[in-house]
Antibody, heavy 118, light 107 residues
Framework: EVQLVESGGGLVQPGGSLRLSCAAS????????MSWVRQAPGKGLEWVSV???????FYADSVKGRFTISRDNSKNTLYLQMNRLRAEDTAVYYC????????????WGQGTTVTVSS | DIQMTQSPSTLSASVGDRVTITCRAS??????LAWYQQKPGTAPNLLMY???SLQSGVPSRFSGSGSGTEFTLTISSLQPDDFATYYC?????????FGQGTKVEIK
């Protein structure tokens, strides 16, 4: 079964760090474009970052320089290292798969909640 | 960055109605547009990609059209399961951006 399972969310103080994980099953992370998308409470969707199948990474301006996306091919897992967290980073974080250029994000995880508060 | 603007923000409709949601891009994105449906407390679900291609498993009452800067998502006959929030998203270039969402409510 094709599946994504996120973990690592929690409560963190402003300025703190957190690392999210997204474990994939049923497909190979490195063969796909893998993104993080977040949703603040009661708000819309915001694309955060992508690790594409060519090994390139891209970020939203709102997280550039603070967040780092990475993957471990041996564990078939995607990560998001989040540093210098702010209250406005509070959101449900989803990981999502895109099978290739031209397609949409067709497989999503259930999400993990990050709360940045003192 | 490319901005995506959806209209309306909220739409009240009845079962059986034909429903159309519009998405406008601040600059041309060719046909690199996807539509998602999201229900409360759940992850988004891909409906359409490349503006008019129906994702596998999605009912044929959903259709998409447009290119350049103006796009539409149409539900030909609204079903009870379709009451949800819909988002467009461009992937013409990074950063990708979503529209603000259109909530389809029961009239």
């Amino acid at each position: 079964e094709v599946q994504l399972v996120e973990s690592g969310g929690g409560l963190v103080q402003p300025g703190g760090s957190l690392r999210l994980s997204c474990a994939a099953s049923g497909f190979t992370v490195s063969s796909n474009d893998m993104s993080w998308v977040r949703q603040a409470p009661g708000k819309g969707l915001e694309w955060v970052s992508v690790f594409d199948n060519g090994g390139n990474t891209f970020y939203a301006d709102s997280v550039k320089g603070r967040f780092t996306i990475s993957r471990d091919n041996s564990k078939n897992t995607l990560y998001l290292q989040m540093n210098r967290l702010r209250a406005e980073d509070t959101a449900v974080y989803y990981c999502a798969r895109r099978v290739g250029y031209g397609y949409g994000m067709d497989v999503w995880g259930q999400g993990t909640t990050v709360t940045v508060s003192s | 960055d490319i901005q995506m603007t959806q209209s309306p923000s909220t739409l009240s409709a009845s079962v059986g109605d034909r429903v159309t949601i519009t998405c406008r891009a601040s600059q041309t994105i060719s046909s690199w547009l996807a539509w998602y449906q999201q229900k409360p407390g759940t992850a988004p679900n891909l409906l359409m990609y490349k503006a008019s291609s129906l994702q596998s498993g999605v009912p044929s009452r959903f259709s998409g059209s447009g290119s350049g800067t103006e796009f539409t998502l149409t539900i030909s006959s609204l079903q009870p399961d379709d009451f949800a929030t819909y988002y467009c998203q461009h992937y013409n270039s990074y950063p990708w951006t979503f529209g603000q969402g259109t909530k389809v409510e029961i009239k």
